[in-house]
Each structure stands twice: as structure tokens, then as C-alpha cells.
């Protein structure tokens, strides 16, 4: 084991960190699309090392057991993994498994629950629900207080607003940085943000689609200012950043970014999923390149 190993998981998770406190100058769908994939990796790379890690110590601790461990699965060098490093590896590693099983049945738990309701034809309560549930048996639930609250081209935008969220498959953008912050607390202000570029992309489809922000920002304050509770699956159409949201669609649509987003994008996705990569293995791979 080298300092290597530790280096993939540290450079994604420098990378996130600083993503969580500056803005991406992108428009909202290259924004979300980046700070997933950081978020994605940079899970990836400290889950992957911390991994690895723990392995490597409890063969240190149980030799005869290491014998039956995969060589790839191995630093390769006999050198123990000191417990300074290895008991908080191993915790880590444990702690992220239950995390991740914990979210993973609260969303299928969530998810079920929604398509549920969708299954009506209306969600019957007077508070302003609008959600837009995922999967197959998913839609766009809205309730009977929405639908008495708001005139037809205010209801239009809602709608429009929901059904980019499913177009563009928004649930998984969410539960990349969901899963990244539970995982790793540095990233919850990454998370933070990429829940707002999500809520801005749909905003930015919807009066594209509509030609008309203004009423798309009105009909957010109107939605933001009367509504109550909402169901579990998140986000609702006006849960997120409401006054930001509202400023960005009253002045000027955003550069579409056709060059430099894809280009950003690329770089860093290329970047970040090559560390995570070698986060599993980087100790065989340094080996390799050096020899």
C-alpha cells in the first residue's frame, strides 16, 4: 500500500467539495448533469478505497482468511495495514452498506407510494401538490387543491415543469447526490446544489416550452406561497430555492452552453470516472505503470 491509493478518493472529493461552494457557469442541464457525475464518482472513489482499504487490514488481521481473497482484491505488497487506517476504513465500509440499504427501501418505499396515488386520478387533498413520480406505473400527481388553486396556463406550467423532470430522468440526477451526501456529509452542499440546477433545468424547459418565463415565475411564488406538505418523493414543484428560481426566470434565459457544456462535461466525466476506477485498484496499477 502507497499513499497512491489514498490519492483518487482525495482528488474527487477536493473536486466535490469545491463544486458544492462555486456554481458551475453553466446553463441548468450541463450544471446537473456535472455535479451528478462528481457526485456519482466521487462516491464511488472514497466507497471504492475505503473498501479496499478495510479488506486489506482484516487480511492483515486474519491471514489464513486472506488466502482466500482474489490476488486482485490484494495490495499486493505483505506490508499490514496499521489500524490507524484500517479500523476507520473498515467502519466506513460498514457504515456506508447500511446507508445505502437504508435509502435504498425508503426510495422503493417512496416510489411505490407515489405510483400509488398516480394510479387516481387525482390526489385528494386541498393543499398544492404537483410531483412528478418515476417509473413505468408514474406520472405526474397533482392534487385536487392545485387544480383549484391555479388558472389553466399556470396549471399548464406545473405540468410542463413535472413532465421535464421525467423527460429528462431527474430521479436519477437526485438519487446520485442523495447518496453522495448521506454517504459523505463534505458533499451535502453539492447535493444542495444540484437539487437547485435540477429545479432550474425544469424551469428553463418549461418556458422554453411555453415561451413565456414570466408566467412560469408566477406560477412558482403562487404554488411556493400557498402550498403545505408534501408527499415523501421529492422534490415538489416549488420546494426548492423558490426566490432564486423565481430571480433567474425574471431576467434573461441562460447560454445554452451547446460547446462548452458537452465539453465540461466530458472532461470531467473522463476525469473523475477514470479515478474512481482506479481508486479500486490503483496500488496494482501504480505497480504496473512503474514497472
Same mark, same amino acid.
Given at each position: 500500500?502507497?499513499?497512491?491509493?489514498?490519492?483518487?478518493?482525495?482528488?474527487?472529493?477536493?473536486?466535490?467539495?469545491?463544486?458544492?461552494?462555486?456554481?458551475?457557469?453553466?446553463?441548468?442541464?450541463?450544471?446537473?448533469?456535472?455535479? /451528478? $457525475?462528481? #457526485?456519482?464518482?466521487? %462516491?464511488? +472513489?472514497? &466507497?471504492? =478505497?475505503?473498501?479496499?482499504? @478495510? !479488506?486489506?487490514?482484516?487480511?492483515?488481521?486474519?491471514?489464513?482468511?486472506?488466502?482466500?481473497?482474489?490476488?486482485?482484491?490484494?495490495?499486493?505488497?505483505?506490508? /499490514? $495495514?496499521? #489500524?490507524?487506517?484500517? %479500523?476507520? +476504513?473498515? &467502519?466506513? =465500509?460498514?457504515?456506508?452498506? @447500511? !446507508?445505502?440499504?437504508?435509502?435504498?427501501?425508503?426510495?422503493?418505499?417512496?416510489?411505490?407510494?407515489?405510483?400509488?396515488?398516480?394510479?387516481?386520478?387525482?390526489?385528494?387533498?386541498?393543499?398544492?401538490?404537483?410531483?412528478?413520480?418515476?417509473?413505468?406505473?408514474?406520472?405526474?400527481?397533482?392534487?385536487?387543491?392545485?387544480?383549484?388553486?391555479?388558472?389553466?396556463?399556470?396549471?399548464?406550467?406545473?405540468?410542463?415543469?413535472?413532465?421535464?423532470?421525467?423527460?429528462?430522468?431527474?430521479?436519477?440526477?437526485?438519487?446520485?447526490?442523495?447518496?453522495?451526501?448521506?454517504?459523505?456529509?463534505?458533499?451535502?452542499?453539492?447535493?444542495?446544489?444540484?437539487?437547485?440546477?435540477?429545479?432550474?433545468?425544469?424551469?428553463?424547459?418549461?418556458?422554453?416550452?411555453?415561451?413565456?418565463?414570466?408566467?412560469?415565475?408566477?406560477?412558482?411564488?403562487?404554488?411556493?406561497?400557498?402550498?403545505?406538505?408534501?408527499?415523501?418523493?421529492?422534490?415538489?414543484?416549488?420546494?426548492?430555492?423558490?426566490?432564486?428560481?423565481?430571480?433567474?426566470?425574471?431576467?434573461?434565459?441562460?447560454?445554452?452552453?451547446?460547446?462548452?457544456?458537452?465539453?465540461?462535461?466530458?472532461?470531467?466525466?473522463?476525469?473523475?470516472?477514470?479515478?474512481?476506477?482506479?481508486?479500486?485498484?490503483?496500488?496494482?496499477?501504480?505497480?504496473?505503470?512503474?514497472?
Amino acid at each position: 500500500m502507497t499513499w497512491f491509493t489514498l490519492l483518487p478518493a482525495a482528488l474527487t472529493l477536493t473536486l466535490g467539495v469545491v463544486l458544492g461552494r462555486v456554481a458551475p457557469p453553466l446553463h441548468p442541464r450541463w450544471s446537473a448533469r456535472l455535479l /451528478a $457525475v462528481v #457526485a456519482g464518482t466521487t %462516491a464511488t +472513489a472514497v &466507497a471504492g =478505497t475505503a473498501l479496499f482499504v @478495510a !479488506v486489506n487490514y482484516v487480511a492483515t488481521l486474519a491471514p489464513a482468511a486472506a488466502r482466500r481473497l482474489p490476488e486482485w482484491a490484494l495490495f499486493g505488497d505483505d506490508v /499490514a $495495514v496499521p #489500524a490507524v487506517l484500517g %479500523a476507520p +476504513a473498515l &467502519a466506513v =465500509t460498514l457504515v456506508n452498506a @447500511a !446507508v445505502v440499504a437504508r435509502l435504498a427501501r425508503r426510495w422503493r418505499a417512496d416510489v411505490r407510494t407515489a405510483q400509488r396515488q398516480a394510479a387516481g386520478t387525482v390526489l385528494d387533498t386541498d393543499d398544492l401538490v404537483a410531483v412528478a413520480v418515476p417509473g413505468r406505473a408514474g406520472g405526474v400527481l397533482v392534487s385536487r387543491g392545485l387544480l383549484a388553486a391555479l388558472a389553466p396556463p399556470q396549471l399548464r406550467a406545473v405540468l410542463e415543469h413535472e413532465l421535464a423532470h421525467l423527460r429528462h430522468r431527474h430521479h436519477r440526477y437526485l438519487a446520485a447526490g442523495a447518496l453522495a451526501a448521506a454517504t459523505l456529509p463534505p458533499l451535502r452542499r453539492l447535493n444542495e446544489r444540484l437539487r437547485f440546477a435540477v429545479e432550474r433545468w425544469a424551469d428553463e424547459d418549461a418556458a422554453e416550452r411555453l415561451g413565456d418565463r414570466r408566467l412560469v415565475a408566477r406560477t412558482i411564488a403562487h404554488v411556493a406561497l400557498s402550498r403545505g406538505a408534501r408527499p415523501p418523493l421529492a422534490p415538489g414543484f416549488a420546494d426548492s430555492a423558490v426566490v432564486r428560481r423565481v430571480e433567474a426566470l425574471l431576467t434573461d434565459p441562460p447560454g445554452q452552453n451547446t460547446i462548452s457544456g458537452p465539453v465540461t462535461l466530458a472532461g470531467t466525466g473522463v476525469t473523475t470516472s477514470g479515478l474512481a476506477s482506479l481508486a479500486l485498484q490503483l496500488d496494482q496499477a501504480v505497480a504496473f505503470v512503474l514497472h
